[in-house]
């Protein structure tokens, strides 16, 4: 430990970006969420009004993990442990490569490489063009089998990149910072139980949560435990904004905390008992964030911390919501009865009003949308990758 922190003390200017957004130009292009902070905003071009599909493909596949694009390539993993790059132009498939588990980390893409988890507890670098495996590194999976499976966690740890470091939770009680050129493991912190989010990043600090609860800040040098708080089970990523940290939780609560101290600044119940289980977005305007059995996608005034609407829908929420030029996009799981199945949405923030809506496809949508340069791109349980313009 001491000679992984020395190396850092003396490389510090290595540690590019530490904490900080990404560029307007490549912050939504390839790290689940947007950026090391995890708001889930895209500064490129957004889609008010639908024509329809651009082009859509129908894999063997099923998918719960999301893509992440990079220089006009998609890049996820399927159920099936098979990882995909798509060219994101046409949708034909670029390449393809098997794994032993199932896929349910969103990739990490920076420069030549991809990095990804899957159900075995491993983390892998692979190749961006060619999808040739670089290394991989086995984590903890010491709770992989540790009582029944639950049905309703769709995601695992889905890697952050920051500058030569990689920090990302396994199956087990641990959470690592990685060295991003051959995997080696700098440190390890131990954790209440595993971490299925991503971890977010900022001011040399890193936010976690575990599925027993636990919202932990940790040095980003060292993995010292600055703080944690206990809430209900949390599935979903971390989001920083401006000293906030905002999450949902199983414990039917939407949670925005002071980000130095762990206090809770404020805290909305969401209805009818719902877990609130997506990822938050936090704009300079709004925080967004998607429940389940509540049906509904809350809306906050950010700098208010007061909630300002609910968007209703016959479906479930588990996938993220996105920003981008005031709007939301999300797709929806689940629809009970004989409604509609699930659809995915545009929805104008500052009103409310539903812009559009694509019924295309009558599967759930577990993966949180790409936006980018007035195209929306997302895929489906059920195998198919979509293109909407």
Partial sequence: MAGWCAVLLLSAAALSGCGSERSAKTQNTFLFRGDAANTGVSATKGLPALKGEK???K??????????????????????????????????????T???????????????????????????????ETGKLKWKQKLDDSLKDEGLPDLWDYYIGSPAV??????????GPRFYALGRKDGSILWETETASYVHGKAAIADGKIYIADMSGEVTALDQQTGKKLWSANFGTVQSSITYKEGIIYFGSRDQYVYALDANTGDIRWSHLSPGGSWVVSSAAA?????????????????????????????????????????????????????DGGKARDAFYAVD?????????FEGTKSPILSTAVVADGAVYFATLDGYLYALH
């Fill in 55 to 57: 082009w859509s493909i």
């Fill in 98 to 128: 098997d794994f032993p588990g199932k896929i349910r980390s969103s990739a990490a893409v920076l420069e030549d490489d991809l990095y990804f988890t899957d159900t075995t507890s491993t983390l892998y670098a692979l190749e961006r």
């Fill in 59 to 96: 894999l063997d596949a099923h998918f719960q993990s999301s893509p992440v694009m990079m220089k006009d390539t998609l890049y996820f993993g399927s159920e099936e442990g098979r990882f995909y790059a798509v060219d994101a132009n046409n949708g034909k498939t670029v390449w393809q």
């Fill in 162 to 171: 920051d500058g030569d470091y990689i920090y990302v939770g396994g199956e």
């Fill in 283 to 335: 704009s300079e305007k709004h925080v967004v964030i998607g429940a389940s059995d509540s049906k509904v996608v809350h809306v906050f005034d950010r700098e208010a911390g007061e909630h300002k609407l609910d968007f209703k829908l016959d479906s479930r929420v588990f996938a993220s919501p996105v920003i981008a030029d005031n709007i939301m996009y999300f797709g929806s799981a689940y629809t």
């Fill in 349 to 357: 923030l500052d009103s409310g009003k539903e812009l559009w809506r």
